[in-house]
């Protein structure tokens, strides 16, 4: 199995000026994280405030082998969102919804969902998307346990695609998801 690593969003304040160089314009803030992370997921309340050449340059701005997510709601009521996804479905390659009464594991401190596959254009074949959501920083003995936790309960899958959310946006959770990643030897 292969587990590869992302953020929820890659546009976090806490990212300006120690992830991301001062010196590079925010245009340029996907491209710079896709050198170093193989995924992001687009989340709706940020691609329903861009413009279609805006969504059109995020897929630009990355390769095939990099898997761009774009999430929709459950359900959505709001006109011009539902109007811009009708006008992107063709361009975005990866569709995910984590429905309401979907899989969920939650514990203490965090939260897993498992998200459906609308579309997968670029996804790995035998994939499965799932966010981590937890308002701490979890230590990376808590990380471990739920990277352990997915590669033995989801062992049918061959690539898991896995998302950090909340305070789990740091750029040092991401690292240490990454490193865990390579002892766990989940990586490719």
């Known amino acids: 199995m292969i587990m590869i690593i992302g953020a929820r969003g890659w ?6 000026g120690t992830y991301y160089p001062n010196e590079i314009a925010t245009d340029w803030h996907l491209t710079f994280y896709a050198k170093e ?3 992001a997921l687009a989340p709706t309340n940020f691609w329903s405030q861009c413009s279609l050449e805006e969504i059109q340059e995020f897929c630009s701005d990355v390769t095939e082998e990099f898997a761009l997510i774009f999430e929709q709601n459950d359900v959505e ?3 011009a969102i539902v109007q811009l996804q009708q006008k992107i479905e063709d361009l975005i ?5 984590f429905r309401s009464d979907g899989w969920q594991k939650s514990e ?3 939260c ?3 998200a459906e596959i609308i579309q997968g254009k670029t996804l ?3 994939s499965a998307v799932f966010s981590v959501y937890s308002e701490e920083i979890l230590k990376d003995v808590v990380l471990r346990e739920i990277m352990n936790f997915l590669k033995n ?3 049918e899958f061959d690539v898991i695609y896995l998302f950090l959310d909340g305070a789990l946006v740091s750029i040092d959770a991401l690292n240490t998801v990454k490193t865990l990643r390579r002892m766990l030897a989940l990586d490719y």
Not at 93 to 97: E, L, M, Q
């Open 11 to 16: 546009e976090h304040d806490q990212w300006q």
């Open 37 to 39: 992370f193989q995924t």
């Open 77 to 79: 009521n709001n006109k």
């Open 93 to 97: 390659p990866n569709w995910i919804v």
């Open 108 to 110: 203490n401190n965090y």
């Open 112 to 114: 897993i969902k498992q």
């Open 124 to 126: 790995a074949k035998n």
């Open 153 to 155: 309960e989801f062992q």
